[in-house]
């Protein structure tokens, strides 16, 4: 028998079924290479749907917990997005425990290929934080298990993450005014890049007024000239009056401060992670704000990413992601009907779906 752990090794290396980010996930592989220098976690929260799909991260972690933490997190909820998009996918995620500035080696990307292949198919890769269209296309040197890539088709998922924002807006919009018709109506966005100046543009040619900040002037400039926006601090965006406020940029943005100071009674965006807090899903909801959970909502990338084909019909595609605004309008009379904070009624909708897979 071993010498017990010391109080602080045992902390450290807590085991991944009581971590508290642990949900059932089928399978966590640590994959490491000493001649590229390769670690990665790779997790795989749910096949029930189909392959576990979901990007790969290359961040520059503090730890191996903060690492595993992220992956567990994170591919838990892509189980949850691919489910409520309607996709026959599970979830999954990959992180890569390196630098993305100065540690990418095409050696560092064949072993990550040679670490996918190995699950066999039951996890699929894609870009996530970090990691390029390019070093994907090194990836799949090694495993077919890759989406995003030229051979699969369709390449940055941005605009159709857009363009499901733009529906998704709609959809809230209309919900709470009984219109869908957005002419004249103030939109605040928060964060012009990818997604956000493509929703930007398409509010703008829906006769929206605009309101935009970002933390980058050039942005601001263009969507000022472009779309006849109004720029509004960073750190006001959230409390700007206006019918629909729609953060673009990072997560956490919605916590007790800013949903005290809201100035719009509908929130739709693109960012990933707007709830500070889970509770705070109940927190709009009491404050009679309509929040479009933000993992409906911004499944156009991914779905993108999951139907594309060689090709270029991207028919199939396009119907999907409109199909966004319907997911959404059936989120928001459940959530009325019985009463309940619009995030844990997507959450219950995907969970049906789970659970109606089971055999
Ligand atoms: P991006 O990096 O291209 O754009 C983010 C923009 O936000 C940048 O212009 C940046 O300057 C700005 N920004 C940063 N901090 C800000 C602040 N405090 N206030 C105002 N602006 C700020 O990212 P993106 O691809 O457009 O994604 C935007 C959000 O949508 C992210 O949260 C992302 O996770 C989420 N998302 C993106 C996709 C996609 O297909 N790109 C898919 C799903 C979710």
């Known amino acids: 028998m071993n010498a017990p752990l010391s109080p602080k090794v045992a902390a450290t290396f807590a085991g991944v079924f009581d971590h508290p980010e642990f949900d059932g996930h089928e399978q966590i592989v640590h994959g490491f290479d000493a001649a590229s220098g390769l670690r990665t976690i790779i997790a795989v929260h749910s096949t029930r749907l189909g392959p576990a799909l979901g990007g790969c991260r290359m961040w520059t972690y503090a730890s191996d ?8 997190r994170l591919s838990r909820g892509m189980t949850y997005k691919n489910a409520l998009a309607g996709l026959d996918l599970g979830g999954g995620k990959a992180v890569i425990l390196a630098d993305p500035r100065k540690d990418k080696t095409s050696a560092l990307f064949a072993a990550f290929g040679n670490a996918v292949d190995r699950l066999g198919g039951h996890y699929v890769t894609a870009e996530d934080v970090g990691i ?56 605040c966005v928060q964060g ?47 409390a700007v009056a206006a019918d629909v406020f729609a953060p673009c940029a990072l997560g956490a943005g919605l916590n007790d401060r800013t949903i005290a100071e809201l100035g719009a ?3 739709a965006g693109a960012a990933n992670n707007q709830l500070a807090e889970p509770r705070h899903d109940a927190a709009l909801r009491a404050r009679g704000v309509l929040y479009a959970p933000d993992y409906a909502i911004n499944a156009g990338g991914v779905i993108s990413i999951a139907l594309a084909s060689p090709g270029g019909d991207d028919r199939l595609v396009r119907d999907k992601v409109v199909a966004i605004g319907a997911t959404l309008a059936h989120i928001f009379e459940r959530a009325d009907a019985t009463d309940t904070p619009t995030q844990a009624v997507a959450d219950s909708i995907a969970e049906e779906r789970l659970t109606a897979r089971r055999d």
């Open 65 to 72: 917990a903060d690492a595993l933490t992220d992956a567990l």
């Open 132 to 187: 390029t269209a390019a070093d994907m296309e090194q990836v799949a040197t090694r495993t077919a298990h890759v989406r995003g890539t030229r051979a699969t088709g369709l390449g940055d998922p941005s605009p159709y993450t857009a363009l499901g924002v733009f529906v998704g807006i709609r959809a809230a919009f209309g919900h709470r005014f009984g219109t869908q018709d957005l002419k004249g109506r103030t939109v």
């Open 192 to 238: 012009l890049g990818h997604v956000g100046m493509d929703v930007a543009r398409r509010l703008h040619e829906a006769g929206a007024k605009l309101v935009v900040a970002d933390i980058h002037a050039p942005a601001v400039e263009r969507a000022v000239t472009e779309f006849g926006a109004t720029a509004c601090a960073t750190d006001e965006a959230h």
């Open 265 to 267: 009674p509908v929130i």
